[in-house]
């Protein structure tokens, strides 16, 4: 796809995430190839802007937080970003995250790889249809989630959000299956099974600590 | 190196660049970032250009985001209004250019070439010499040109620009020896000095290469 040069209001391209952000996808929506772009969008104080995460395909990372206040953390220290900061993560295994301090704190984050021609992140498609969550379309979120499986099998993130929104919808065995195809893929996911809300409904299942194995922290709902 | 770097917009240098008002804020250079390009571009008053107008001759994707402000972009043979949070994309071959239409308009700009590695545009340097020269530092800038020799030698823009440098600071042999190392380098060097004004005080030297 070629992209064509045109202009747009950060607004006209935000959608909802099951998390209460508002995520506008530039990268997607402009087309552009070069490096990945997308802003955040928290409208409490106290709300994550940027989930917890490391770049695990080697990114480097810029941050520009464009309204509110953020704080973020990195590898354990706190940094205080006011409106108009830049947060640069050059190594890539930095444990990143931020929170919003402000209502309606904006996030700019801006990525690539240092030598090497950028990719479009795989992410950026299967977090669109997390849209399905702010509207609690379940139905809608496994018809969209089982075409990208199809294209992409091998990829663990499709199969557990697959997984999530099975659980949402009730669909019980389909959730405990996908979870588990899941997790084989993508070990670490079984941590983020232990305290993921969408998963709830089926936690007690015998099964499901057989998949994602015992942990310490409680769900939120227990 | 450490894994992380943090710097306020407010904080970032101000380049005076051209006669328009165009203010360069280095964000990459400041920052080390390598994977992408990434500026900021400041107009202190209304009417202030704030984007260069320009193509991208190398290839580069561009995005801008209007970060404070309000400013009116041209875009090939659009207008197009901009205020703060709107992003405008422009392709390699669309021309494009903006003005601040309010004062402390602040532009980034993000860009890279599709499909390749990044590398870091040669012409950062060339701006940081330039603006410490505007700025009346002409030490600082003759320093960020002697690096920008150093490590690109055998680009003929380089010297060019070093010429250029020394032509308006009033060392003509200086000037004179940077320009015959571009033609030597590349002829098209010769095309370009013989309009470039900087070299109105040296074309009547019979050692001007014309």
Not at chain 1, 186 to 211: Q, W, Y
Not at chain 2, 65 to 78: C, I, K, R, W
Not at chain 2, 105 to 119: C, M, N, R, S, W
Request: proline share 4%; glycine share 8%; hydrophobic share 40%.
């Amino acid at each position: 796809m070629s992209a064509e040069s045109r202009a747009a209001h950060i607004s006209d391209f935000e959608i909802g995430t099951h998390e209460g952000r508002r995520w506008a996808q530039i990268r997607a929506t402009f087309g552009i190839s070069a490096f990945g772009v997308n802003a955040w969008t928290a409208d409490e104080p106290d709300q994550i802007v940027i989930n917890e995460h490391s770049e695990d395909d080697g990114h480097e990372e810029l941050y520009f937080v464009v309204s509110g206040h953020a704080v973020f953390t990195i590898n354990g220290d706190e940094v205080d970003a006011p409106a108009g900061t830049f947060v640069f993560v050059r190594d890539p295994a930095a444990k990143r995250k931020s929170v919003a301090k402000e209502a309606g704190t904006t996030v700019l984050a801006v990525g690539g790889t240092r030598g090497k021609a950028h990719e479009p992140d795989d992410w950026e498609r299967d977090a669109h249809v997390l849209r399905h969550w702010a509207t609690k379309d379940w139905d809608g979120a496994i018809a969209e989630l089982s075409e990208l499986h199809a294209e992409r099998p091998d990829s663990a993130r499709i199969l557990y959000n697959l997984a999530c929104a099975e659980s949402l919808a009730g669909k019980r065995e389909d959730a405990l299956g996908h979870l588990r195809q899941s997790i084989q893929l993508e070990g670490k996911l079984a941590e983020l099974a232990a305290n993921d809300s969408d998963l709830d409904a089926i936690r007690d299942d015998p099964e499901f600590s057989a998949i994602a194995g015992q942990t310490d922290t409680p769900s939120p709902s227990s | 190196m450490s894994a992380y770097e943090v710097v306020h917009l407010d904080e970032l240098e101000r380049f005076p660049v051209d006669e328009e008002g165009l203010m360069w804020r280095p964000v990459r250079r400041r920052l080390g970032i390598k994977a992408f390009g990434c500026n900021a571009y400041t107009a202190e008053q209304a009417g202030d250009r704030v984007v260069e107008e320009h193509l991208e001759q190398g290839g580069h994707e561009e995005l801008y985001f209007v970060a404070a402000g309000h400013a009116t972009f041209t875009l090939g043979d659009e207008e197009v209004d901009a205020p703060a949070g709107t992003f405008v994309f422009a392709a390699p071959g669309t021309k494009r250019g903006a003005h601040a239409t309010e004062p402390g308009t602040t532009i980034l700009a993000l860009g890279a070439k599709p499909g390749v590695p990044h590398e870091i545009s040669k012409w950062e340097a060339i701006f940081a010499a330039f603006g410490h020269l505007r700025s009346g530092d002409e030490a600082a800038g003759r320093k960020e040109l002697d690096a920008a020799l150093a490590e690109h030698p055998q680009e003929w823009q380089g010297w060019f620009n070093a010429a250029c440098f020394e032509a308006q600071t009033g060392n003509r042999e200086q000037a004179l020896a940077h320009l015959r190392h571009a033609i030597e380098l590349d002829p098209k060097a010769k095309e370009w000095a013989a309009k470039d004004e900087d070299f109105d005080s040296l074309r009547d030297d019979p050692e001007f290469p014309a």
